[in-house]
């Protein structure tokens, strides 16, 4: 299960190069904001995670779901307050939600068993 | 393609189950709602789970789709009611919903050639 | 309150009216289509029109939810029918949901307080 | 426009009611569970209000937002803390969000030149 | 009907400024960039007014609908031309797209009863 | 990475004939109704194929996104052009596009690689 972390983190740079490729413009500036506004600010870099983790719940992608938990766990969120913003997005978003949360309870167990890449 | 069915159902168990050692209220709240609301009442379960089911598509929810459509047999709708709920839900979805569609009818065969899992 | 169910229906109709002037091929179609799937068929009338109704609310689309509540009143469905269906919707759905529940439990009143326009 | 709090407020409360009416189980349970999930616990009352409100943008819910608003200001969130939240909302779920960042705008001037209701 | 059409943009201008006063810096750069996004460029104005019409359609954002409706207008492009583009997102969406239809279809007759606005 | 075209094209052929094999009427009338709306006519083929991207981007359906790839390559839209409307949706939609994105330009360079099929 451990190979869930790399697999995903392997195509995400890849395919993040492939797009760069492209040049698109706007493209390249959603990619530059995105980089920069979960940076330390007039909120916690902890918040602004919990934030992007309960959005990505309620808007259903497991991809983002996937980045989000990663960078929580770098941040120095537990798993209880991690599970807790999770429940407060599936409260929110409804029963929907449940299988966006039964593979991110799989991907949290990934990150626990291998020490978080660098 | 009857592992299809199997592999879906033990995925949710083994998930299902993490989720629960988590043990955040809750998530243990909305999990003991969701298995109650579907029971006969009002309506009836073969009409509670047509709108699951409907609802499942409209908001493209593959995980969700397959476990209405193994209820919905379960509860003895046949499968031309269930084309029907799905026809509905793709007529107010839209185009959109068509792939899920395609993976319903995998899904849906899939459970018809083996007996549904007790 | 009893003239939001009018006002709707007159708005609902006029500006049917304006898209079908513009005499679009797809549209006229799509209308078409729809006008045709809620009839009494493979499933009946009533368990279409919760369908539609529980959709309406998934999808967060008031004049939708409008316009099956008051074919689910015609077509002899009760309160607490409607209500359940709503309920599962909301569950579905989750508590993003509320606020157009809110708007439904106006119009039902509507409904109820003046007799079904013809 | 400092009608604006309480006509929402008003129409809320209201709603509310003709709801707990129809004494739908499922809808009661829901409900209380609403009002439970965002006191102090393992995340901040100030954290889940930001969660809440973000969800409530990225979800594109008017009502939800105001009502969020509201309760994060309650909570002592100051202005740039709220609207820190709704700009990773907005990056997140993209320009359409901006209309509802619009209305936003609009009724946190109104919650800040009236007092909050208590 | 005429009023529509500068209410809409005027309460647009006015809640834009708004926003602007809360000087956040991720909101600012979004902004931005919608601004620049949609110029004569790889794609022409008009195929990109399409699209972000189709798009707002299919998201239903009565707002941003009304938005390119006017840009639509502006750059040139025919009624029957901007409902093609509007079938088209009717088919993707759906049926719940219609009441969004029908506003665009009212906002479209509003802005041809009178000069667009400079 | 080639065998990622042929694959979805067979998937999406043999589940459109179990479908079909089901008979609904609602269902064949929706397919026959988006085979048909894409043909050039009021607008460009090229166009219908750029707002069909756009639009699946904005819904985030990959299978959609995968078949108007397919398609704009076929209609003689250069990666450019193509890049530049799913740029415009990644605007639109927000970062939760992004994953989308990435698989899209994965299908994209396998297109690309191999033969477009017949």
Redesign the interface.
């Known amino acids: 299960m451990s190979n869930l972390v790399e697999d995903f983190n392997a195509?995400?740079s890849q395919?993040?190069e492939?797009?760069m490729a492209?040049d698109?413009?706007?493209?390249k500036?959603?990619?530059n904001?995105?980089t920069?506004?979960?940076q330390e600010?007039?909120?916690s870099k902890k918040?602004?995670e919990?934030?992007?983790l309960?959005?990505?719940m309620?808007?259903?992608?497991?991809?983002?779901i996937k980045y989000h938990l990663e960078e929580s766990k770098k941040a120095g969120l537990s798993?209880?307050?991690i599970?807790?913003?999770?429940?407060?997005?599936?409260?929110?978003?409804?029963?929907?939600?449940?299988?966006h949360?039964?593979?991110a309870?799989?991907y949290l167990?990934a990150l626990d068993t291998k020490p978080t890449p660098k």
């Open positions: 195509y995400r395919m993040n492939k797009i492209a698109n413009l706007i493209i500036r959603i990619f904001l995105d920069n506004a979960y600010g007039i909120l918040t602004k919990l934030i992007g309960a959005c990505s309620v808007l259903r992608c497991d991809d983002c798993n209880a307050e599970y807790e913003a999770m429940a407060i997005a599936n409260l929110i978003g409804g029963t929907i939600v449940i299988p949360l039964r593979r309870a799989e167990d």
